[in-house]
């Protein structure tokens, strides 16, 4: 967390240090000595970093400064997950959870404290929304991870194989410091993840999937969650602004930039009796038919501000094979680390919300609970169209 208005050290890109660094009238070649320290070995103390003269690190004190968000606490999951809570500049705590499988380690990392936009799904969008993350309050978030893991003891301790950027917030709407941070965790001299590992989800933000090739080849996720817009604008309000017409061009437009040959996610997380009729899985096999993608399906986590429900395991499993038998490679993705509040649309942190919707949706549950009036949420999704 930046508690003064210095230059942070830990939020700086390759080259936005090479110019700090130039700036001062130094060598540029001392910005991958500063990043090697702080992201590859864990090293946050000017004076530990030996290679570095003892004038120009006084300089460096002066001048600038080294804060990572804080850490506040750790939860542990029997199958193995972990989940930390960091309290960034703005008061509020976000969420990170590391998920160890056989062959990977995966980060979900947080960009927003709660988020604008309130799928009707997603409790982080229930909680409304407090600020954007830093650069450092990012990948502040790996490198607590690291330290946590053993990560900086040695290039073939590499516990987090794998970052997607599907915590709380949509990364696309705190576009520069996410862009800065992924180059982070692709860079080399710091944590030199491949761009095949470093996924950033989002809902569809048009304009910014636009401008992503010019600052990232990172992989992308789309969280469709419907073929059809009337049923995507019901559950995301942000498909109002971008339909799915324009959001598969823009994808596409992406994809095509890349100099390998990627393929997105597309995500769609089923919700019983919402979207997870056959007919919709016959109708998302024909609007991708042309799409070059992979189905990833999620069934829905459950959490306390929502009626919605998951679907049976054999109306998953039938969604799934109408999908396959069209000839998608599709994958369920198991529930984990739901025992501590982790699983995927569950984090929550603690947000001084701006917007009072979490408000709103206590009160609504409230209401329904006792037999009163369902509250009408058009005028949340008004407000959250218009806040992209
Ligand atoms: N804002 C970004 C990234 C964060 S959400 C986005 O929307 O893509 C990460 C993923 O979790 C998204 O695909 C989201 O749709 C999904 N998700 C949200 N709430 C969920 C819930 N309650 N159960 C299952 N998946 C959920
Ligand atoms: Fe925001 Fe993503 Fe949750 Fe939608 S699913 S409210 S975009 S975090």
Redesign the pocket.
């Known amino acids: 967390m930046s508690t003064n208005s210095k230059p942070n050290l830990a939020g700086l890109s390759l080259a936005k240090l090479r110019d700090l660094f130039v700036g001062m009238g130094e060598k540029p070649f001392r910005a991958e000595q500063v990043m090697k320290w702080i992201h590859q070995r864990g090293v946050l103390e000017l004076d530990a970093m030996t290679d570095i003269s003892k004038p120009l690190r006084e300089r460096l004190q002066q001048t600038t400064c080294i804060e990572l968000p804080r850490l506040v606490e750790e939860f542990a999951s029997e199958d193995g997950s972990r989940k930390w809570i960091v309290q960034v500049a703005s008061g509020s705590s976000v969420e990170m959870v590391f998920i160890p499988e056989a062959d990977r380690g995966t980060l979900c990392v947080s960009s927003q404290a709660g988020?604008t936009?309130d799928?009707s799904?997603?409790?982080?969008g229930k909680q409304g929304f407090n600020s954007n993350l830093s650069v450092a309050e990012i990948i502040g978030q790996l490198w607590w991870a690291n330290h946590h893991l053993g990560g900086f003891k040695g290039p073939l301790e590499r516990p987090v194989s794998n970052v997607v950027?599907?915590?709380?917030?949509?990364?696309l709407l705190n576009f520069e410091s996410v862009m800065d941070a992924v180059n982070i965790m692709m860079e080399d001299v710091a944590y030199g993840l491949s761009k095949r590992k470093v996924t950033i989800?989002?809902?569809g933000v048009v304009p910014a999937i636009d401008r992503l090739k010019d600052f990232t080849d990172a992989s992308l996720?789309i969280?469709l969650?419907a073929p059809n817009d009337i049923l995507r604008s019901q559950i995301m309000p942000i498909n109002r602004k971008y339909p799915i017409k324009e959001l598969l061009r823009s994808v596409k437009g992406y994809m095509d930039s890349l100099s390998d040959n990627r393929v997105p996610v597309i995500?769609y997380?089923l919700i019983a009796g919402i979207n997870d009729h056959r007919q919709l899985a016959r109708d998302l096999a024909v609007l991708l038919k042309d799409f070059a993608c992979k189905i990833n399906l999620?069934?829905?986590?459950?959490?306390a501000l929502?009626d919605y429900r998951r679907p049976s395991n054999s109306s998953i499993s039938n969604f799934r094979q109408i999908l396959q038998e069209a000839g998608f490679i599709v994958t369920v993705r198991t529930t984990r680390a739901d025992d501590i509040g982790a699983?995927?649309?569950?984090l929550v942190g603690i947000v001084a919300d701006q917007t009072q919707r979490n408000s709103r949706h206590i009160e609504r549950k409230l209401r329904a609970e006792t037999g009163a009036k369902e509250f009408d949420s058009a005028d949340n999704l008004a407000i959250a169209a218009d806040s992209v």
């Open positions: 988020c936009l799928c799904f997603c409790a982080t950027m599907m915590g709380m917030g949509e990364p989800s989002t809902s996720a969280s969650h995500e997380t999620i069934p829905f986590n459950p959490f929502s699983a995927c649309g569950q």
